[in-house]
């Protein structure tokens, strides 16, 4: 993806406050896949002191509309399914989405999400409603 395709993607998702309060930022966008991270901070842990599944379905989802929004018109979740395989204790996060099919208005992601030691911690499939704008 060429720099100013990727500048202008950042300034796409600067609409997104929630993605922004919750400190989740694009790492990398190639032609088939984007990455996503964040830092974790006591906002972020549950009461077990594990990172919230609320905070690792965000990152998931935003790792999704990162790609599917670099790759067609505006695209958004129509739905999603998460499977969380392990507690996250951990300063990082980075979630990886890659696209397994498109047909018409639709497209099928999965997102892998790791922690600062490379471990999976879950994995998540999005479908996504591709507009024809």
Do not use: W
């Not at 935003?62 to 392990?86: D, E, K, M």
Request: glycine content about 8%; some cysteine.
């Amino acid at each position: 993806m060429s720099e100013e395709k990727l500048l202008e993607l950042k300034r796409f998702f600067e609409g997104d406050k929630f993605v922004g309060l919750a400190g989740i930022e694009i790492a990398e966008v190639t032609d088939d896949s984007a990455t996503v991270t964040a830092d974790i901070g006591p906002e972020h842990l549950n009461a077990a002191g594990a990172v919230q599944g609320g905070m690792l379905y965000t990152l998931s989802d935003f790792a999704f509309a990162v790609l599917s929004n670099s790759l067609h018109p505006v695209t958004v979740t129509q739905s999603a399914t998460i499977t969380y395989i392990r507690a996250a204790r951990t300063e990082k996060v980075c979630a990886t989405a890659r696209e397994i099919v498109r047909s018409g208005h639709n497209c099928v992601v999965e997102v892998v999400v790791r922690d600062a030691e490379g471990t999976i911690v879950c994995t998540g499939s999005f479908n996504g409603f591709i507009s024809s704008k």
